[in-house]
T-cell receptor
Framework: GESVGLHLPTLSVQEGDNSIINCAYS??????FIWYKQESGKGPQFIID?????DKRQGQRVTVLLNKTVKHLSLQIAATQPGDSAVYFC???????????FGTGTKLQVIP | GAVVSQHPSRVICKSGTSVKIECRSL??????MFWYRQFPKKSLMLMAT?????????EQGVEKDKFLINHASLTLSTLTVTSAHPEDSSFYIC??????????FGSGTRLTVV
């Protein structure tokens, strides 16, 4: 199966600063990656995704970077806000195989 | 956008009883739904993949007789925790595939067995 893991369990960031959350994956066959945000007591919410034929994708205040050479992806959040406080998961899938494997998760704490 | 409704959001039951959790896709048809379990401060663990009209596929180590999954229609999958015990207390989350790698998650069900 797929193995997707995160480097840091907790990240504390000052409000207004940029946040970078990292994720490593082991299966080079993974061709699609998703970042999810999970607030306490709620289900995961989709943030942004990226296909393996891209190395960067931008959304509103978020950017995902994919480095296939080292099997690493990151989520960058610009101007971090208190509402960004949550646990962030990366997930990987490979073509046609629908099972989503989640990483351990990184808890983002925004300091006001 | 695609919406998945999960019900109930919280349930407390007595040990030995059964609890049913529903997962509905409100504005799309989901041929495949997934059930996850999440322990405090842990990641989501996939329990089973539910396909409409066929038997669910369970992950290794998940007791199929304990966690009964039914996917009778394209918009509804249910998870029944049978003869629940305190160790079954957890946060259960469903998700539905919208096709083309799209996935939408329910809001989760907090099960407490006393």
């Amino acid at each position: 199966g797929e193995s997707v893991g995160l480097h840091l369990p907790t990240l504390s960031v000052q409000e207004g600063d940029n946040s970078i959350i990292n994720c490593a994956y082991s299966n080079s066959a993974s061709d699609y990656f998703i970042w999810y945000k999970q607030e306490s007591g709620k289900g995961p919410q989709f943030i942004i995704d990226i296909r393996s034929n891209m190395d960067k994708r931008q959304g509103q205040r978020v950017t995902v970077l994919l480095n296939k050479t080292v099997k690493h992806l990151s989520l960058q959040i610009a101007a971090t806000q208190p509402g960004d406080s949550a646990v962030y998961f990366c997930a990987g899938l490979r073509g046609g195989y629908q099972k989503v494997t989640f990483g351990t998760g990184t808890k983002l704490q925004v300091i006001p | 956008g695609a919406v998945v409704s999960q019900h109930p959001s919280r349930v407390i039951c007595k040990s030995g009883t059964s609890v049913k959790i529903e997962c509905r896709s409100l504005d799309f048809q989901a041929t495949t739904m997934f059930w996850y379990r999440q322990f405090p401060k842990k990641s989501l663990m996939l329990m089973a993949t539910s396909n409409e009209g066929s038997k669910a596929t369970y992950e290794q180590g998940v007791e199929k007789d304990k966690f009964l999954i039914n996917h009778a229609s394209l918009t509804l999958s249910t998870l029944t925790v049978t003869s629940a015990h305190p160790e079954d207390s957890s946060f259960y989350i469903c998700s539905a595939s919208t096709g083309d790698y799209g996935y939408t998650f329910g809001s989760g069900t907090r099960l407490t067995v006393v």
